[in-house]
Nanobody, 114 residues
Framework: QVHFVESGGGLVQPGGSLRLACVAP??????MAWYRQAPGKQRELVAT???????NYADSVKGRFSISRDSAKSTLYLQMNSLNPEDTAVYYC??????????WGQGTPVTVSA
């Protein structure tokens, strides 16, 4: 059973935008989050969204990223604007119920470079 399928990553220039998507049947019932792991670094929490739609963001992305969900499509989104090289990472979605579930998808790589 596939739990999380991320897509939408790619190569973008600094200042550019990307929209990530994650098909996740669990997103219909659980609070969700986007995480990222940069080369040589630990995975970090980027943005969260509750079942009621309340959102929170890491300080490093606040004002630039926006998390949203479409429960009818079982899909979680991450709109990323004003990207900079420090945003380069593999991005993952997962649940956020006292932290992520132990199951991870393949992730989608984002590279911000001129």
């Amino acid at each position: 059973q596939v739990h999380f399928v991320e897509s939408g990553g790619g190569l973008v220039q600094p200042g550019g935008s990307l929209r990530l998507a994650c098909v996740a049947p669990l997103s219909r019932a659980y609070p969700m989050a986007w995480y990222r792991q940069a080369p040589g670094k630990q995975r970090e929490l980027v943005a969260t969204i509750t079942n009621g739609g309340t959102t929170n963001y890491a300080d490093s992305v606040k004002g630039r990223f926006s998390i949203s969900r479409d429960s009818a499509k079982s899909t979680l989104y991450l709109q990323m604007n004003s990207l900079n090289p420090e945003d380069t990472a593999v991005y993952y979605c997962n649940t956020n119920l006292n932290g992520p579930s132990p199951i991870w998808g393949q992730g989608t790589p984002v590279t911000v470079s001129a």
